[in-house]
């Protein structure tokens, strides 16, 4: 297969005017994904044992919308700590909203099942953030410092609303990174 090269010369390698050596058609195609893998801003959420930082744990009914947002942003800002998103009836995928809020900010919440909130979980967490919901309930046995940040709940809502709850939890996200700095 040959493709023009961008400059449409001969190449250094003798091939003939206008076609490109498979080795220019591949760095081409290399720097190409390479540029749209930068562009693009992948959140993976980690495994409880994936990392020796500590975590804090923010927890929603579905772990579908805000909690999610909290983690993508909390994992984007802070290199001290981790966050990680549960839900007390998890969801198997996050909101199609919130994906799209988060997106045109320049942030990707990964498609997958959402975390259950369990004592383990919560207790190993140097911070539990309940969004809204009645985590101490869902949890009676939590020994973390429990934090209620009582946002309104993405599902269901205009596009306008998920941003606005999404700009709310970037602002408070900001702020907790600034209080664990504090306290470390």
């Excluded at 500590?54 to 001290?80: D, I, Q, T, W």
């Excluded at 539990?128 to 940040?149: N, Q, R």
Aim: charged share 25%; aromatic share 6%.
């Amino acid at each position: 297969m040959w493709r023009y090269p961008i400059g449409y010369h001969r190449s250094q390698g003798g091939a003939p005017l206008g076609v490109a050596r498979r080795s220019e058609v591949f760095n081409t195609e290399m720097f190409r994904q390479q540029s749209q893998d930068r562009q693009r801003v992948q959140v993976r959420a980690p495994a409880p044992g994936d990392d020796q930082r500590p975590y804090v744990l923010f927890v929603c009914v579905e772990g579908a919308g805000r909690s999610r947002m909290a983690e993508a942003f909390f994992n984007k800002m802070s290199h001290s700590h981790r966050a990680l998103a549960a839900g007390t009836k998890p969801a198997a995928h996050p909101l199609p909203t919130v994906v799209s809020a988060m997106r045109e900010i320049g942030l990707a919440i990964v498609d997958r099942p959402a975390l259950t909130l369990s004592e383990e979980l919560s207790n190993e967490a140097e911070l539990v953030i309940g969004m809204g919901c009645d985590v101490a309930a869902a949890c009676p046995a939590l020994s973390t410092p429990l934090e209620d940040w009582e946002l309104e709940d993405p599902k269901g809502k205009s596009a306008d609303d998920v941003a606005m709850i999404r700009d709310l939890i970037e602002l408070r996200v900001r702020n907790l990174i600034g209080k664990l700095g504090r306290d470390a």
